[in-house]
């Protein structure tokens, strides 16, 4: 189903830019979407991976210093 979504969508002709588009407008609303991405990557994407890897880096120091894995739920490894 999604490749014939995509496949409809490759047929579909992207309108050109209108002419009469100020470029003032066109810069502040590239201004806009950039501050927009880079809000988003900093207060949703650098968290979860800074968490991420200081569990990863918690977890290497806790086995350098006991030997031994912490365990945390069910091993799901038997």
Known sequence: MNKDLLD???EIDVPPLPADLPQGVHKRVNDQ???AHIADFALRCLPQAMFYF???LV???Y???TGSHYDKGDNHAD
Do not use: K, Q, T, V
């Open 33 to 35: 979407l950039l501050l």
């Open 63 to 65: 086995f350098s210093l």
């Open 8 to 10: 409809e969508l490759a």
């Open 54 to 56: 200081g569990r990863a």
């Open 59 to 61: 977890g290497a120091c």
